[in-house]
């Protein structure tokens, strides 16, 4: 049934800077991590144009939530998330669907699973967060991981004995906060997918990264890295 796939229905992947990065997928626009008005790099996004019918937090640090519940009450989006994080976006009068750590669910855009990240997770006003989580995501056309902030775990070998086979994984590539950039061409081989979209990079000093020695080591083993634009969208 090939003759039905429309090329605007592929995998679109938009960057916002640092870890915010929007993904329309089964017919459904999911936001992760949005940090755009404090992220001086970030300046070009209209926040008040976004509107995802799905936001997904990774973990409570400011750098992941600061826009959240603003974005979440402009555009009526639902929550993905820990079950601590739900709580607080429900607290804020905002509603969400709670998960946590191996689990996963159906939703109508396709399936969430919640898997291993190693950080730390404290919301902005001192409310715990629960775990870290990555998120696997597929439906019948598309597979991708968005790893959110980790360091290099022997737990990412999971994923492609318990998932679908990934088109594209967006890791951390900036070190100090999260692994780096050599770590991330590990967790490649780990996850077995050949494209990397990297986030939380340049946003501060201590993630600055040389993003041609990044590439060129991605590149060394045959594996692409791709560091986009902010505002650039990409097609999977
Ligand atoms: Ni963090
Ligand atoms: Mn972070």
Redesign the pocket.
């Known amino acids: 049934m090939d003759y039905l796939c429309d090329k605007s229905e592929r995998m679109q992947i938009t960057y916002y800077g640092h870890s915010c990065v929007e993904v329309k997928t089964g017919g459904k626009k999911l936001l992760f991590d949005p940090f755009i008005t404090q992220n001086p790099l970030a300046k070009s996004v209209d926040v008040s144009s976004l509107n995802p019918d799905f936001i997904l937090l ?2 409570g ?1 400011g ?2 939530v600061q826009d959240a519940i603003q974005i979440g009450q402009s555009s009526g989006a639902s929550f993905i998330s820990c079950f601590e994080m739900v709580s607080w976006v429900e607290g804020k009068g905002l509603k969400g669907h709670p998960m946590n750590i191996g689990g996963k669910w159906n939703f109508d855009f396709g399936t969430v699973k919640l898997v291993q990240a190693v ?3 404290k919301l902005p006003d001192g409310q715990y967060g629960g775990p ?1 989580a990555g998120f696997v995501i597929w439906n019948e056309e598309d597979c991708f991981y968005f790893a ?2 980790t360091a290099l775990t022997m737990d990412m070998q999971l994923i492609p004995m318990i998932c679908p086979p990934l088109q594209v994984a967006l890791l951390p590539v900036g070190d100090n ?2 692994m780096g950039y050599e770590d991330a061409v590990v967790a490649a081989d780990f996850i077995q997918c050949d494209t990397v979209v990297g986030i939380h990079y340049d946003t501060f000093g201590y993630i600055k990264i040389d993003k041609e020695a990044a590439r060129q080591a991605f590149e060394s083993v045959g594996k692409e890295l791709i560091l986009l634009e902010i505002g650039q969208t990409i097609t999977i």
């Open positions: 990774s973990h640090h750098d992941h950080h730390s997770s870290e959110g902030d906060f999260t």
